[in-house]
């Protein structure tokens, strides 16, 4: 079965500071990958997804992330961190057949940023 | 336009109780998902709608909890018999169809069972 791990609980960055996110997926194919974002008091939005071609996808507030296959990675990346980044991250790992749409998420990550 | 509409946003019950979550999807969203968030948890998948296949149901801790979805549309998830261990915030999703359709979220019903 797809899993999903975030080996870090919280991170703790100061401004400007660049940042990675790790996540690790096990699953049994090609998966898509999923970063999602969810500012305090805000609904889960979407930073970027990843199923096929280039191995690293851009996706928006200056977020990229990196598909390793041979490591079964998808960290999340940002060369600068702004205070507004403050939040908590979620991987998740897209099932890819079948009527099951559903993601599986890891545990998140909770971003602090001093400043 | 309008986003995914979940009410109420609290809800505070009494154990044992019965509650009934509701979630407004975006128009023309056929695929809706109810997630559940607990402290320290991330989200756990409870069930997944996709335009009239039957649902994915996989997810759902117990048979006290079920949902259902009228018309291809609004949603609801009841839970019966209420434990504390109901406690969570719970998050309703839709999207177009397709795998890598990104989710679109409402901002939860955070659920107190005391």
């Known amino acids: 079965a797809q899993s999903v791990t975030q080996p870090d609980i919280h991170i703790t960055v100061s401004e400007g500071a660049s940042l990675e996110l790790r996540c690790n997926y096990s699953?049994?194919?090609?998966?898509?990958l999923f970063w999602y974002v969810q500012s305090p008091g805000q609904g889960l939005q979407l930073l970027l997804k990843y199923f096929s071609g280039d191995t690293l996808v851009q996706g928006i507030k200056g977020f990229e992330a990196e598909f390793k296959r041979s490591q079964s990675s998808f960290n999340l990346r940002k060369p600068s961190v702004h205070w507004s980044d403050a939040a908590e991250y979620f991987c998740a790992v897209g099932a890819r057949v079948g009527s099951q749409g559903n993601l599986i998420f890891g545990k998140g990550t909770k971003l602090s940023v001093k400043p | 336009g309008a986003g995914v509409s979940q009410s109420p946003s609290n809800k505070v019950t009494e154990k044992g109780k019965d509650v009934e979550l509701r979630c407004d999807p975006i128009s023309g969203h056929t695929a809706l998902y109810w997630y559940r968030q607990s402290l320290g948890q991330g989200l756990e998948f409870l069930i997944y709608?996709?335009?009239?296949?039957?649902?994915?149901k996989s997810g759902l801790p117990s048979d006290r909890f079920s949902a259902e979805r009228t018309g291809g549309s609004v949603s609801t998830l009841t839970i019966q018999r209420t434990q504390q261990e109901d406690s969570a915030v719970y998050l309703c999703?839709?999207?177009?169809?397709?795998?890598?359709?990104?989710?679109?979220f409402g901002n939860g019903t955070r659920l107190t069972v005391t």
């Open positions: 699953y049994g194919a090609t998966p898509y």
């Open positions: 709608f996709q335009g009239n296949s039957a649902p994915d």
């Open positions: 999703a839709s999207s177009i169809p397709g795998p890598m359709a990104p989710l679109h």
